[in-house]
């Protein structure tokens, strides 16, 4: 979506969600088929539920557009900010959330966790960026560390009367707040251990959830070789950079411009005088 500037991970998430919707809604595959359980997913081998959790928003309606906008605006923002020119990074970031929300599934009511993930990005944007003030709705104004508990205040009271979202009836209000603080959690979790934890002493500025150096090798490839204190920086920082060789390799050739050359310097050369004969009796200069 090169027209609307949507960075390239979050236009893959946003044509994969809108994929799936329309699928259910030309009766392709149904919501059965994609809710995630682990005896659907791991015991009977459809994989496929691993992803499709976290891509289901509901039958295309309002309110499927406004949770796909509300995605793709932090989503947006994380990536050209925080993430900016780190697309491995941001990916890594994704893999290692969905994860850690597939082990806490059995915490939530809803069998989809596309909302956690939203909200894990909510809580990441908010803590990266605290000292943003935000108007919420036109109402009241808060910083950007309360917006993710103002938003699950709201989620509750939309959803409060029902479940609409993903078709699970009415009455589950309360668990929309708990899938939500989910989200939040699994946030916290990748804050703390970026950006907390390599603070300590005891850490050793280790960054533990470091991506992995295929993820970095293959989606920074294309990318054009940095400075090589950018490198060192970035690598110091625990960010993912690709091999220095790799990615010159990679980068197109740079344009030389030839040093101007300039005719040798002409030095006078200096002839040495012999020294003036003395007569031997006087000193004084001999005559002929």
Not at 57 to 82: C, I, N, Q, T, V
Not at 89 to 106: E, N
Not at 189 to 195: K, N, P, R
Request: proline share 8%.
């Amino acid at each position: 979506m090169e027209g609307l500037d949507i960075p390239p991970v979050t236009t893959a998430y946003l044509v994969g969600a809108v994929g799936t919707s329309v699928a259910v809604q030309c009766n392709l595959v149904t919501p059965l088929q994609l809710y995630f359980t682990y005896r659907q997913a791991i015991e009977k081998g459809q994989i496929w539920r691993l992803a499709t959790c976290f891509l289901y928003w509901g039958p295309l309606s309002l309110d499927f557009f406004f949770h796909l906008f509300f995605f793709m605006r932090y989503s947006k923002m994380l990536e050209e900010s925080a993430f900016h020119g780190r697309r491995a990074d941001y990916v890594w970031l994704l893999v290692v959330s969905c994860t850690l929300l597939l082990i806490l599934s059995p915490l939530s009511p809803s069998p989809f966790l596309s909302s956690p993930l939203s909200f894990t990005l909510v809580y990441l944007w908010s803590r990266l960026n605290p000292l943003v003030r935000l108007s919420l709705f036109g109402i009241i104004t808060i910083t950007a560390p309360y917006l993710p508990y103002a938003l699950c205040l709201f989620s509750w009271a939309l959803s409060s009367g029902g479940g609409a979202a993903v078709g699970l009836g009415g009455g589950w209000g309360l668990g929309v707040i708990v899938s939500d603080l989910l989200g939040i959690a699994a946030g916290h979790w990748w804050y703390f251990w970026t950006e907390i934890w390599k603070r300590e002493r005891a850490s050793g500025g280790r960054n533990w959830l470091e991506t992995p150096r295929f993820l970095c090798v293959h989606l920074s490839a294309s990318f054009r070789a940095p400075h090589p204190l950018v490198v060192h920086a970035a690598a110091r920082a625990g960010f993912c950079v690709a091999h220095r060789d790799e990615l010159t390799a990679a980068a197109p050739p740079q344009r030389q411009t030839p040093r101007p050359t300039f005719p040798p310097r002409r030095t006078r050369s200096r002839r040495r005088r012999p020294p003036r004969a003395r007569a031997a009796n006087g000193g004084g200069p001999t005559t002929s």
